[in-house]
């Protein structure tokens, strides 16, 4: 079993900064790209960033040069750090992940946090 559990969320005025972090536990034998996406009330789920093993980075338009995606490979541990923050980055957060489970017969899958809220408001 692999789990992804995020913190960091919450309330912050426009133009203010947030960091996510979100840490996969479990049975795992490798983890591949890692990512951040985001979802408003109304709208569907959009990609936010992602990052690759070796650490290349790829963003959505609406966050290049306000956000910045890393990881630690040794802690299977995944951030976001947000700044300059707009009330339309307002949405729930979630963390994904590619993972190689454990076991002679498993296969990478693709595995969620249960999201956390990111609220940009005065």
């Known amino acids: 079993q692999v789990q992804l559990v995020e913190s960091g969320g919450g309330l912050v005025q426009p133009g203010g900064s947030l960091r996510l972090s979100c840490k996969a536990s479990?049975?795992?034998?490798?983890?591949?790209?890692m990512g951040w996406y985001r979802q408003a009330p109304g709208k569907q789920r959009e990609v936010v960033a992602f990052?690759?093993?070796?650490?290349?980075?790829n963003y959505a338009d609406s966050v290049k040069g306000r956000f910045t995606i890393s990881r630690d490979n040794d802690k299977n541990e995944v951030y976001l750090q947000m700044s300059s923050l707009k009330p339309e980055d307002t949405a729930v957060y979630y963390c994904?992940?590619?993972?190689?489970?454990?076991?002679?017969?498993?296969?990478?899958?693709?595995?969620w946090g249960q999201g956390t809220q990111v609220t940009v408001s005065s």
């Open positions: 994904h992940a590619v993972v190689l489970p454990h076991g002679v017969l498993s296969r990478p899958g693709n595995y």
């Open positions: 479990g049975s795992i034998s490798r983890i591949y790209t």
């Open positions: 990052i690759t093993t070796d650490g290349s980075t």
